[in-house]
Structure formats: C-alpha cells, structure tokens
C-alpha cells in the first residue's frame, strides 16, 4: 500500500527539507536539467534510505534502474520507450499516469502498482492538455482498477483533501500547495497529519 499523501518536488535540496515531516514516499520530477539527473536521483535516493522513505523518480527509467530506486512513474509518452520488463527484474515498482479511458486501458494491461489520474482540479505546474478531471472521475476509475492504488495530481490543496479521499482515491500527491506554501515544511506536515486520519 502506498502512503495516503506524497509530495512531488524538483531537487534532493527539497526532499532533504521535507523528508523530517514524516514523508514516507516522495517523487523526483525533474525538468530541464538533464546535466545533474544522475546526481540527483543518486543524493535522492540516498536521503530516502536514511529517512526509511521510498523513492519514485518520474520519467528517467533507466538512471532509477541503475540506482535501484523504488518506483518509478511514467507518463503516456514515456511508455513508449520504457523497458518494463527489466524495471519488473529489477523489483523497481512502476506508476502511470492516466487522463483518459484509452490511457487507462493500456496502463492496466501492464499491470502497474499505482494508476495516477489528473488534473483533478487546474493546475499551475504545466500547460495540460485535459480538461480537469473532477471529483466524479475519481470514483469512476477507482471502480475500474479496483484494489490498485489510484493516486489523484493536479490542483489538490489540504482543503480539497478529504473530498478527494471521500471520492475513492487512496492516494494524494501535492505539488505547489507545498513548495509554493510561505511555509512548506509546515504545510507538509499538516499533509502528512490529514493523510493519517482515518479514512
């Protein structure tokens, strides 16, 4: 099972400031900066086993490989090129993204350990080609992936979270409603606190 909430972030220099809050899974998504990827999954990777966390690095299949990191999470395109076989050898656990009902299909035929669906509300982070998916979709997928863990991105705030876990997701994942918080180290504590009330 995966921990009720995850932050998502773009530097180890992040998951070493938020890893002390009682953060048990966090996700490395970087962007644009190709020159330090190794480093930083690797400094990553290295602080998630001193803080007994987990890992998943987004898209960079073959250096999470490499550096025997936990998880990784792929997007549609990502799929395209990603050795799933080997990362299954290796036991490195696998997430997809998910925005439409043909996506999902072809992310439950590889039998994934989490299936992610968004934008449940708009987002900041990046141009999205989908509409937001609204709370509706939540149950609407749950009900299709079943035991799976279903994991709801894009726009989520401490506010929106109960809804969001009353809709059917098991799982939250936050970006800016932490990083873009005046105190991110509180707020996610306050993530972590919400995602250990009973459900």
């Known amino acids: 099972m995966l921990p009720r909430v995850y932050p998502i972030v ?27 990827l190794r480093e930083e999954i690797r400094a990553a990777r290295a602080q998630c086993l001193r803080a007994g966390a987990q890992l998943i690095v987004n898209d960079y299949w073959q250096i999470a490989l490499e550096e025997a990191c936990d998880f990784v999470h792929l997007g549609q395109s990502d799929l395209d090129t990603a050795d799933v076989p080997a990362l299954r050898r290796a036991g490195v656990r696998l997430g997809i993204s998910t925005h439409d009902e043909a996506e ?71 970006v800016n409603d932490i990083v873009s918080h005046a ?6 504590r306050a993530w972590v606190a919400a995602g250990e009330e009973p459900a």
């Open 10 to 36: 773009a530097s180890a220099e992040w998951i070493a400031r938020l890893l002390p809050c009682g953060v048990r899974l966090i996700q490395l998504r970087i962007k644009d900066r190709p020159a330090v």
């Open 104 to 174: 999902l299909e072809r992310a439950l035929a590889l039998e994934p350990d989490y299936v992610a669906l968004g934008p449940i509300y708009p987002t900041l982070l990046k141009v999205m080609p989908f509409a937001p998916q609204g709370l509706a979709r939540i149950g609407q997928w749950k009900g299709r992936i079943g035991a799976r863990p279903l994991v709801a991105i894009g726009g989520l705030t401490l506010e929106r979270l109960p809804g969001v876990f009353a809709a059917g997701a098991d799982c939250a994942a936050v």
């Open 183 to 188: 105190d991110p180290v509180a707020r996610m």
